[in-house]
């Protein structure tokens, strides 16, 4: 469970903000990382496409880029 240091209020009384431990952050940013490698590996995996070498795929990757 996080814990909340500080809450940060608007002027209509909603909760808009908190202030949580750096450490506590740091597991936040990692885990939805995380779950966003977690998602695209699963949409890759049900993609029904034919599978290339990682030779060529690694070149692809690297002709977008530039």
Known sequence: ???ENFVIIDSK????AV???IKVYEKLVAD????DEIRE????KAH???AIPFEQ?????EDAIK
């Open 32 to 35: 939805s990382e995380e779950l």
């Open 48 to 50: 029904k496409g034919d």
């Open 41 to 44: 590996y699963r949409k890759a």
């Open 57 to 61: 795929a690694f070149k692809e990757i």
């Open 19 to 21: 202030q949580v431990p």
């Open 13 to 16: 009384g909603r909760k808009i």
């Open 1 to 3: 469970m996080i814990q």
